[in-house]
């Protein structure tokens, strides 16, 4: 228990003390946004909801979904795991975290494009820039979307390979 306390009191060495403070203005962060979301009501269901319906963002709505559902299938794995092998979860992070982020982005894309897709900004944006905005979002889904999938597997083969590394060779 003394070790939990000196993590705590960023008392265990510089790598800890650094990954606790990252975690506290990372947690930080994150509760004052949603705090905000929730506050302005602008929860991202609803928006999700909304983008499915507008032209041309079906497409890219539903494969994100399906990358959505995918991690979340990969975290329930984990975690039926995590109780005969706790060091899982360690191990997962990374690929956890960049599943995490490629969606995150997919999100700002879809956001993107459904800010392009309303009347409006169709009367006052460029139609070039709106051209490339549509193309740049094809582009990177494409591309890094079906890394979530990749990521995911990665997620669900274990950790056999990288828990066997010697600790004082980390």
Aim: hydrophobic content about 50%; overall charge negative.
């Amino acid at each position: 228990m003394s070790a939990i306390f000196s993590a705590l009191l960023l008392q265990a060495g510089y790598n800890t003390a650094l990954v606790c403070v990252g975690a506290a203005l990372l947690g930080a962060a994150a509760g004052a946004v949603g705090a905000l979301v929730m506050l302005r009501r602008r929860s991202l269901a609803t928006d999700a909801a909304g983008h499915a319906t507008l032209p041309g963002l079906d497409v890219p709505a539903r494969q994100l979904e399906a990358a959505c559902h995918r991690v979340a299938r990969a975290l329930q794995w984990l975690d039926a795991r995590r109780a005969e092998d706790p060091d899982a979860v360690g191990a997962a992070a990374y690929d956890v975290l960049s599943a995490l982020g490629i969606l995150y982005v997919g999100w700002n894309w879809l956001e993107i494009l459904a800010a392009v897709s309303q009347p409006q900004a169709l009367r006052h944006a460029d139609p070039d820039t709106v051209q490339i905005k549509r193309a740049l979002e094809s582009i990177w889904r494409e591309r890094q979307l079906p890394l979530v999938d990749a990521l995911c597997q990665r997620i669900e083969s274990g950790n056999l390979g990288l828990m066997a590394i010697p600790d004082e060779l980390v």
